[in-house]
C-alpha cells in the first residue's frame, strides 16, 4: 500500500493564481482531512469529508473549497491565492471508528504564495 | 489560546538524558494520540491513548493518559539523536463528529550527540 500521497510536494504561486493539491489514499478510509501546518502553530483542519459525495468545513476552510467523488480523492482547491495562504498542506485519512481514530498522513505540500 | 497546549514548545537535551512532554486540553479528550513529524515531512503515529491511566511504550517512549487532569505526558528514556523532530499531540474534542481531531502547536526536540 503506497498510504496517503499528495502532489505537489512544492508550488510556487502567484498572487491571485489558482491550484488544486492532490490527495489519494489506496487503504479504503471513509474519513480524509486537510490540514495546514503554520510555523509554531500545530495543524488547522481546514476541510474534512467522511465519505465520498460528503464534505464540512473546519476550523480554518476560507478561501478553500474541497470535493469527494471518490472514496479515494480528497483534492483541496485554491481558487485565489493569498500570501496568507504560503503554508505546509497535509492530507490524511482514517478508518470511520468512534474513539480509535488514528490518522494516517500524506507527505505534505509546501506551497508558497508571492 | 490553543485548545490543546503543548509544553514546552521547544527542548535542548544531551543524548542519554530522559525528557517528558505534556500536552494539557481545556475540554473533554476523547482519545488522545501522539505523532511524531521529521523536518520537511508528514507526521508518523506514535501511540494512541484512549482511557484514564492507560499507559503505552514503543521502544524508549512512553505515553500516559490522565482523563481527569485532560493531560497526556510522553516521557522518552535516555534520548538519542533519532528522536529528534517535532511532537504533536491530536486529540478528539468532539465524540465521533467525523474522527475531527485539534492538535497542539507542537514540541520540537533536539537531541545533541
Known amino acids: 500500500n503506497a498510504g496517503v500521497t499528495q502532489t505537489p510536494k512544492f508550488r510556487i504561486l502567484k498572487i491571485g493564481q489558482s491550484m488544486t493539491l492532490q490527495c489519494t489514499q489506496d487503504?479504503?478510509?471513509?474519513?480524509m482531512y486537510w490540514y495546514r501546518q503554520d510555523p509554531g502553530m500545530g495543524l488547522k483542519l481546514i476541510y474534512y469529508?467522511?465519505?465520498?459525495?460528503?464534505?464540512d468545513k473546519g476550523e480554518v476552510p476560507n478561501g478553500y473549497n474541497v470535493s469527494r467523488s471518490t472514496t479515494e480523492d480528497f483534492p483541496l482547491r485554491l481558487e485565489l491565492a493569498a500570501p496568507s495562504q504560503t503554508s505546509v498542506y497535509f492530507c490524511a485519512s482514517s478508518y470511520s471508528t468512534g474513539r480509535g481514530n488514528e490518522q494516517y498522513f500524506g507527505p505534505g505540500t509546501r506551497l508558497t504564495v508571492t | 489560546s490553543q485548545e490543546l497546549e503543548q509544553s514546552p514548545q521547544s527542548l535542548i537535551v544531551q543524548e542519554g538524558k530522559n525528557l517528558t512532554i505534556n500536552c494539557t486540553s481545556s475540554?473533554?479528550?476523547?482519545?488522545l494520540y501522539w505523532y511524531k513529524q521529521k523536518y520537511g515531512e508528514g507526521l508518523i503515529f506514535l501511540m494512541m491513548?484512549?482511557?484514564?491511566?492507560e499507559e503505552k511504550s514503543h521502544e524508549k517512549i512512553t505515553a500516559k493518559l490522565d482523563e481527569k487532569k485532560q493531560q497526556s505526558s510522553l516521557h522518552i528514556t535516555a534520548s538519542q539523536p533519532s528522536h529528534a523532530g517535532i511532537y504533536l499531540c491530536?486529540?478528539?474534542?468532539?465524540?465521533?463528529?467525523?474522527?475531527?481531531?485539534?492538535f497542539g502547536q507542537g514540541t520540537e526536540l533536539s537531541v545533541k550527540p
Open positions: 491530536g486529540a478528539g474534542l468532539f465524540y465521533n463528529q467525523g474522527g475531527k481531531l485539534i
Open positions: 487503504m479504503n478510509h471513509n474519513y
Open positions: 491513548l484512549q482511557k484514564g491511566g
Open positions: 475540554k473533554t479528550l476523547y482519545g
Open positions: 469529508s467522511v465519505g465520498a459525495g460528503i464534505t
